[in-house]
């Protein structure tokens, strides 16, 4: 047997475990028997920034991912952390198979599926690394990191993985037949009226324009004042009607937006909508159900 190499990435730094080839004693140690269904244990290892509570909370979720997805037992949370010893298991447990042996002995599983937890920093955003192991610790393979930006979100992140962390374990069948009939269309949620992006963008021109037409209109009206008290040259003159029109254009403006602003205001909303599904009945026929406010 080669020599078992598994890597960590702490805080930047990677660190290298090194596991000797297994000696001939090694073999010697009892494995767990193998009955009924495919067992897995789900252990805990390295955890960076995450405290045990959350670790098996997760470890628990994943368990349970598996078993709902697979068919297979899974093992985790505290039921593994009662049977694994007070002091936990070594940091390099993956690479040396008299320590797996021991793990899957205690769990009695035909594997193992050692997790490394990494608190990320991003709004408690944690990494999940995971390695597969047998239950004689003679094959070990890295699976593909889960990330978990959202805690409430685990659960699907961990069904959506479990093909891929147990890829020899087979897919449970979904029984889609019920007794009597059922209806699985629903209501989409109400959205209630609210200020869009584009909507505030309108908004923000119809102040612009309304600044733009008070300015102008103002200094217009104290030009045209000025020429009826005193007189002015027509090139003054031409200067007044020209604000005036500058003026006419913000006020336009002004309007234009604000109607806009309205409209996207009042389509903004969405009522609930009618989502129809099928009705499966407990003989196997399908049928088709409506139902909504009319």
């Not at 390099?92 to 193992?112: G, I, S, T």
């Not at 192991?133 to 685990?154: H, K, L, N, Y």
């Amino acid at each position: 047997m080669g020599v078992a190499r598994h890597c960590l990435v702490l805080g930047g730094l990677s660190v290298m475990l090194l596991a000797s080839p297994a000696r001939a004693e090694d073999v010697a140690v009892d494995l767990p028997r193998v009955t009924g269904r495919l067992r897995v244990g789900i252990v805990p290892g390295i955890a960076v920034n995450v405290d045990n509570v959350r670790v098996d909370s997760l470890a628990q979720d994943l368990a349970d991912a598996l078993g709902a997805e697979l068919e297979v037992e899974a093992l985790g949370g505290l039921e593994v952390r009662r049977k694994l010893p007070a002091e936990g298991i070594p940091l390099d447990c993956v690479n040396r198979p008299e320590c797996v042996k021991d793990v899957a002995k205690r769990l009695d599983v035909q594997q193992v599926l050692f997790v490394v937890m990494v608190n990320t920093g991003a709004n408690g955003a944690i990494q999940i690394d995971t390695t597969w192991a047998d239950a004689g610790g003679e094959r070990i393979a890295t699976r593909r990191p889960i990330d978990i930006a959202v805690v409430d979100q685990a659960r699907q992140k961990f069904a959506a993985s479990a093909p891929l962390l147990l890829p020899d374990a087979p897919v449970r069948k979904k029984d889609l037949a019920v007794k009597g009939p059922t209806f699985n269309g629903k209501m989409s949620d109400e959205v209630p009226r609210h200020f869009t992006r584009t909507a505030m963008i309108a908004a923000g021109v119809t102040v612009v324009g309304l600044g733009v037409g008070v300015g102008f209109g103002m200094t217009a009206r104290a030009s045209y004042n000025d020429c009826e008290s005193a007189g002015c040259a027509q090139s003054k003159r031409d200067g007044i009607r020209s604000k005036s029109i500058a003026a006419d254009f913000g006020f336009g403006l002004a309007l234009a937006g604000a109607i806009t602003t309205g409209v996207l205001y009042a389509t903004s909303g969405k009522e609930s909508q009618l989502i129809v599904g099928p009705s499966v009945e407990g003989n196997g026929s399908v049928g088709l159900i409506a139902a909504g406010r009319f």
